[in-house]
């Protein structure tokens, strides 16, 4: 049973805004978030995406690479052990880590879960792997290829009562989504990057990122579709200006 939802900051990058939104605003640099989903259930803790690696404080080029000048704010506090200890919370708490996606700033913290089950489609891992060569950069192996506990899964998955795990390709192989049933807030599907922004959904527009703009396409109509069936608010994580729309722990959607 699903207990409760905390949302995680974990730094802040900086991309050109036609990154976000597909072929808008060239030039134009937009500031995004990097969150971590905390939810609490009766059989344990699951966490939907780790977010930056720590090891970059001390050496961005050598842990992010080109990626490095991206990461415009990251700080100890933004390390997912630092924000589970604000909340009480030790790394062996935690029984599931979902990768929404296997890029840099949702595995960072992975290594810090070696007890937890990890949850990732099997398209995603495969690719993460080989990836095409313009998808690569992304894509840093240090972070998820390790033995820990793989579960691969292919297309959608009822992780435990009260949390479904969406596939939702497009912006990589092997997107998903998480559709969280809370007991007092109502239905939340946390997006992960198949939404970056409002605007996506707004202007019926794909990010410019995308392994596959026209799945990624099919992916978000899907999602939009499904929140209004479920009646769920859509929690798009790398949302500029989230905290103004979201709160962030240690506040609690129950």
């Known amino acids: ?42 059989e344990g803790f699951v966490l939907f995406d780790t977010g930056l690696n720590p090891k970059g404080l001390l050496d961005p080029s050598g842990t992010w690479g080109e990626k490095a000048s991206l990461v415009v704010e990251c700080t100890a506090a933004d390390d997912v052990r630092n924000r589970l200890k604000e909340l009480g919370i030790k790394p062996e708490d935690v029984s599931y880590v979902v990768n929404s996606h296997l890029h840099y700033d949702h595995t960072g913290g992975n290594q810090y879960f070696p007890k937890a089950k990890f949850i990732v489609q099997k398209a995603e891992y495969r690719f993460a792997l080989l990836p095409d060569d313009f998808a690569a950069g992304a894509y840093m192996r240090d972070h998820f290829d390790h033995p820990y506990d793989y579960c691969f899964i292919e297309g959608d998955h009822e992780l435990l009562p009260g949390i479904t795990l969406l596939f939702s390709p497009g912006h990589t192989p092997g997107s998903q989504a998480m559709l969280v049933r809370l007991p007092e807030s109502g239905n939340v599907c946390l997006t992960g990057d198949v939404v970056y922004c409002l605007e996506n959904i707004e202007r019926n527009l794909p990010a410019g990122n995308c392994w596959d703009p026209g ?31 979201l709160k962030t722990a240690p506040y609690c959607y129950r």
């Open 1 to 42: 049973m699903v207990k409760g939802l905390y949302l995680l900051p974990g730094g802040t990058l900086e991309l050109d805004k036609s990154i976000i939104l597909y072929r808008t605003d060239m030039g134009k640099k937009v500031r995004i978030p990097v969150v971590v989903s905390l939810v609490e259930t009766s």
């Open 215 to 245: 799945q990624a396409m099919m992916s978000m109509k899907r999602l939009t579709q499904l929140a209004k069936r479920e009646n769920a608010a859509l929690f798009i994580t790398h949302q500029p200006g989230i905290w103004e729309r």
